[in-house]
């Protein structure tokens, strides 16, 4: 049974926001013409505990990607100004986001990192103060953006071109 789980296509089973929708079968993820303020694709049915992991987003505009901490979000905890502004690295809502922890949740003081397609990472640490964002050196806004997820070593990974441009965060 986990061998097909593994098999099974990415699929992002929470949307948080009003300008972003499903594409034709729940993996590509788009924002909605015409609307504006943050949303978030949630991937919470595979959690990933071990491997390697690599994914590429094409992304247009400003759009951060990346990974965080497996939990459980529900809309209607949300009014429709929260809904606009929702972003796992907003300190606004990070009390709320500690309190849908799940069980899979490992030792790390790592809980969302992402990379913005403006060439800034940076990454979260619910409890505390995040550390400054930094540039990525070499990175371009129109290429395609690969990440790999190393949980063996524990590291988050950006690639461009086919060529790894940055170990974004390590520690995970």
């Known amino acids: 049974r986990h061998l097909l789980m593994l098999r099974s296509k990415l699929t992002f089973d929470q949307l948080v926001g009003f300008n972003i929708q499903y594409g034709e079968d729940q993996s590509p993820v788009q924002t909605i013409p015409g609307c504006s303020g943050w949303a978030s694709a949630l991937c919470s049915n595979h959690v990933m505990r071990s491997g390697r992991h690599f994914a590429v987003f094409m992304c247009s505009g400003r759009t951060k990607i990346g990974v965080t901490q497996p939990v459980k979000i529900d809309r209607s905890d949300f009014d429709d100004i929260d809904l606009i502004h929702f972003s796992p690295g907003m300190p606004m809502f990070r009390e ?77």
């Open 96 to 172: 709320y986001l500690r309190g849908k922890r799940t069980g899979r949740w490992r030792d790390s003081d790592v809980h969302c990192c992402y990379v913005f397609t403006g060439g800034i990472s940076n990454w979260f640490d619910w409890e505390s103060d995040p550390p400054l964002a930094r540039t990525i050196d070499g990175f371009q806004h129109d290429a395609p953006i690969g990440l790999l997820l190393d949980l063996d070593e524990g590291t988050l990974s950006v690639y461009q071109n086919g060529q790894r441009l940055v170990l974004l965060k390590d520690g995970l």
